[in-house]
């Protein structure tokens, strides 16, 4: 028996083997756990935030701050509520954009990715994992120093590339 993780969010998701059956209930066709990840950069787009993580999985690497997204919750709301939990972050201190979405048929979840450039200046509260912010330029797919099997380095690229995503409500 081992404990699995969203390699995008790091939540544990079930205890199990892998590849046995249906992920979170053990039901076929149960819903799928929704997650986020929130990537914020600050006032001039050089700085990306991050936590480090303290314990396992990815324990000592750098990681998208987020987390579940509750039951009958609004996914922009999950996402803000998630961002001020664990950083201090407040809504009026960003505004996120949904950029992607990851699904993982598999392990029966899916992660939101948002993205957002601060306002101004905040102080940053961390929840439990240190909080730091890392240069945009870095090599975000570097296994050693970054959680995630490299999606941090495809998502970094993806708002490179095609932008922000799409504005909430």
Same mark, same amino acid.
């Given at each position: ?19 046995? *059956?249906? /992920? ?42 987020? *987390? ?6 609004? +996914? ?8 001020? $939990? ?7 201190? /960003? $505004?996120?954009? +949904? ?16 993205? *957002? ?11 439990? +994992? ?19 099997? *490299? ?19």
């Amino acid at each position: 028996m081992r404990y699995r993780f969203c390699s995008s969010c790091t939540e544990e998701m079930e205890r199990g083997r892998i590849g046995e *059956g249906s /992920v979170s209930s053990g039901e076929v066709g149960a819903a799928m756990q929704g997650y986020n990840c929130v990537m914020i950069y600050s006032t001039d787009e050089e700085k990306i935030l991050f936590c480090r993580r303290l314990s396992d999985p990815y324990k000592g690497k750098f990681n998208l701050v987020g *987390g579940k997204i509750e039951e009958g919750e609004d +996914h922009f709301d999950a996402a803000y509520r998630e961002l001020f $939990e664990e950083t201090g972050i407040r809504r009026g201190d /960003v $505004e996120l954009f +949904h950029m992607m979405d990851f699904t993982y048929y598999n392990q029966n979840c899916y992660v939101e990715i948002y993205t *957002g450039v601060l306002k101004g200046d905040v102080e940053l509260v961390s929840e439990k +994992h240190p909080l730091c912010w890392l240069d945009s330029g870095e090599d975000f797919f570097d296994l050693e120093r970054f959680a995630g099997e *490299g999606n941090i380095g495809h998502m970094v690229q993806q708002v490179k590339d095609y932008g922000r995503g799409k504005r909430g409500k």
